[in-house]
Structures are given as C-alpha cells and as structure tokens.
C-alpha cells in the first residue's frame, strides 16, 4: 500500500496537474506521474524505500513551496504602493452608503474630500495586505490528505476555494487591526471626518454612516481570492515558474 506522504504527493501532484492548456498540463501530469511511479517502485511491493533518486518527501514539499511560492506572488503584487489604488480592477471606491454623501459634495466643489478618503481606503488595504501571507503560509502548512484529496476531486479553482473557506476568517481576524491602525496611519479617518463635516454643512442631507475597517476588509479579501485563482492557473499550467531550487529540483527548471 502506498504511505500517507506517498498519498499526498500522488494527490497534491494530480490536483496541480489540470491546467488550462491541454498541452501543457498534460506534460505536467505526466511529469509528475513519472517522479511519483520512480519513487514508489524503487522498492519491492511498490513501497518507497527512500532509494529513489527523488524521494517522496521531496515531492510533497515541493508542492507545499509552489502553492507558498504562489501565495507570496499575490501577496506582494496587491501589498505594495498602487497595488489596489493603482489598479481598476481591484481599486476600492467608497462604501455605497457614503454615494449620496460623494455626489452632494461634488454639487458644491468639494468633490476633493472624498477622493482623498477614496486614495487613503486603497492605501490602508495596501498596507495592510502583507499581514496575510504568514495566515495562507500556516495554511498550506496545516494542509491534509483529506484537504488535498478534496482538491484533486475538486473543480479547477478547488485550492483557491479550500483558502477561501479555511481562511477568509482567520484572515479578517488577522488584517482587522492592521486595517484599523493603518486607517488612522494614512489619514483616513480624519480625512473621513472632514468630508463628513463638510456634508453635514449643506442643508437637509440625510444622515449617513460607513464602517470603513468593514468596507477594506471585504475588498482586500476578495482583491487577495481573485488574485490567488489566477495564481492557481499559473501554477497548473507552469507549476509557479519553478522559481526556487527545490521546484527546480522537482519538477524541473522549466522554460
């Protein structure tokens, strides 16, 4: 019978191995079905005896490492000056209870106000983003053969949606008081207070409020998923560029 960790890497490699590219991914796969049957028959009875030239251990780091390599990848492109301000896709508006606030300001000229809190909402979430790449790392290391078989039987996006569930909690747990603090660092909620003055200045507004730590949070989280899947589609198709000795070493240098 095959070890747990023989088990893991026959899953891990097979649920990396559906890339998007036909071609592609089945080099892929069969790259990895090679590493795994080297390793499992290098004994009697197919058992790993630790005498193969690539031992099974190996394997299933390697794969850890791709998927840690992977998460650093998003982590550093959204975690960095512009990485959501600059970026339309991900670029976090102004919560859509503070709209009536945004146009009523933009009838009297003060339009200002609010564009400055919108800049200082995307600052706080890139300040703040860093924090997750230690909570995906935990992650990956806490990773099961039940995680990795659910998985493989899982949809192409099946690793990016297993985060999302096992961590979106932690991980608000972890950025919330980031996102609080970094709010104050870069002026947002001063920022916020003046805007809010200015609109309360104009006569017969309703009145309105935001949770701003809330707003950052939800946008950062879903900047981070949206940018893991992509990443998820790298690493199928061209396992997370085997940038490091050990993807080089496992899966080869690549191209």
Do not use: C
Not at 91 to 112: C, D
Request: charged share 25%; net charge neutral; hydrophobic share 40%.
């Amino acid at each position: 019978m095959m070890t747990n960790i023989t088990k893991i890497a026959a899953i891990g490699l097979a649920a990396l191995a559906v890339a998007a590219a036909p071609a592609a991914s089945q080099s892929w796969l069969e790259k990895g079905k090679s590493l795994l049957d080297n390793a499992t028959k290098s004994a009697p009875g197919g058992t790993s005896s630790g005498a193969s030239s690539l031992a099974v251990d190996e394997i299933a780091k390697g794969l850890k490492e791709a998927l840690k390599v992977g998460t650093e990848r998003v982590v550093s492109t959204v975690g960095q000056e512009n990485g959501f301000n600059g970026n339309s896709e991900i670029h976090i508006p102004l919560p859509e209870t503070l709209a009536k606030v945004q146009s009523t300001l933009r009838t009297v000229g003060a339009s200002g106000l609010a564009d400055d809190l919108e800049l200082r909402l995307n600052r706080a979430a890139e300040a703040a983003t860093p924090k997750a790449k230690e909570v995906f790392w935990q992650a990956i290391s806490d990773m099961s053969l039940d995680d990795a078989k659910r998985i493989y039987d899982g949809p192409n996006d099946a690793a990016t949606q297993y985060f999302r569930g096992k961590m979106s909690g932690p991980l608000a747990d972890s950025m919330r008081p980031v996102v609080d603090s970094t709010l104050s660092d870069v002026g947002a909620i001063k920022a916020y207070d003046t805007m809010m003055g200015q609109y309360k200045s104009v006569p017969f507004v309703p009145d309105v409020k935001a949770d701003l730590t809330k707003h950052v949070l939800d946008r950062s989280l879903d900047a981070l998923f949206l940018y893991l899947g992509r990443e998820e589609a790298a690493i199928r198709e061209n396992p997370v560029k085997r940038s490091t000795a050990l993807l080089q070493k496992v899966f080869g240098a690549g191209s």
